[in-house]
């Protein structure tokens, strides 16, 4: 999954505004709206404010964006039996809502 749709998945689950968290990282609703739709790319910093306003550690932002296209096919299998099981636990660190994460798989 990219980048801007997990962070837009984990301001809904925040239950934050993109409103809100543009005004919290000291950026425009439109840069935050374009780094969601996946047309810019965060710089290092605008990405950390993003975690700190999201309570989310980077590796833990990056790790939800991976997708079995990002595994080699010789791990692909196991990839299918680890990576929903880790995604929902990390889910239930950051939060108690369902959030779906990969294509077909919803979180509780």
């Known amino acids: 999954?990219?980048?801007?749709?997990v962070i837009n998945l984990?301001?809904?689950?925040?239950?934050?505004t993109q409103v809100e968290v543009a005004n919290r990282i000291g950026k425009s609703t439109?840069?935050?709206?374009q780094i969601i739709k996946g047309s810019?790319?965060?710089?290092?910093?605008?990405?950390?404010?993003?975690?700190?306003?999201?309570?989310?550690?980077q590796p833990i932002l990056y790790f939800l964006t991976i997708s079995e296209?990002?595994?080699?096919?010789d791990k692909i299998e196991l990839y299918r039996m680890l990576a929903p099981?880790?995604?929902d636990f990390l889910i239930k660190i950051f939060g108690?809502?369902?959030v779906e994460l990969k294509e077909g798989v919803s979180l509780n």
């Open 40 to 57: 810019y790319n965060p710089n290092p910093d605008t990405l950390e404010k993003i975690c700190l306003v999201l309570e989310v550690p």
């Open 10 to 16: 984990l301001i809904k689950k925040r239950g934050l």
């Open 30 to 33: 439109t840069a935050l709206s």
């Open 69 to 73: 296209k990002d595994i080699p096919k």
């Open 85 to 87: 099981s880790l995604k």
């Open 96 to 98: 108690e809502e369902s």
């Open 1 to 5: 999954m990219e980048l801007g749709k």
